[in-house]
């Protein structure tokens, strides 16, 4: 019987570390968005490297704001990372 109960016990182990394993590979693949939709990604005039914010689409961006050039508008945070 001692026999039966191990083999159970190793069984729900492995099958616990496979599930653990599993959900953490599937969190590489979130990739969250610098601006929710509707909105699109703005810098600062002054610290164009550091001071960001999001501005309604089909608006200007706010006063002391300004559009980033053409195809470098970050979509998702892994974007504006070098």
């Known amino acids: 019987m001692g026999t039966v109960k191990a083999a159970w016990v190793r ?3 492995s099958s616990l570390a ?3 394993a599993g959900s953490m590979a599937g969190c590489g693949t979130f990739k969250e968005r610098v601006c929710e939709r509707g ?3 703005v810098r600062a005039i002054e610290a164009p ?3 960001r914010t999001c501005a ?3 608006q200007e961006p706010p006063p002391g704001y300004e559009r980033f050039p053409p195809g470098q508008t ?3 945070f892994e974007d504006d990372r070098p």
Do not use: F, M, V
């Open 39 to 41: 909105e699109y990604a």
């Open 49 to 51: 490297e550091t001071g």
């Open 56 to 58: 309604p689409n089909g």
């Open 18 to 20: 496979l599930g653990i």
């Open 11 to 13: 069984l729900l182990t």
């Open 74 to 76: 970050p979509t998702y």
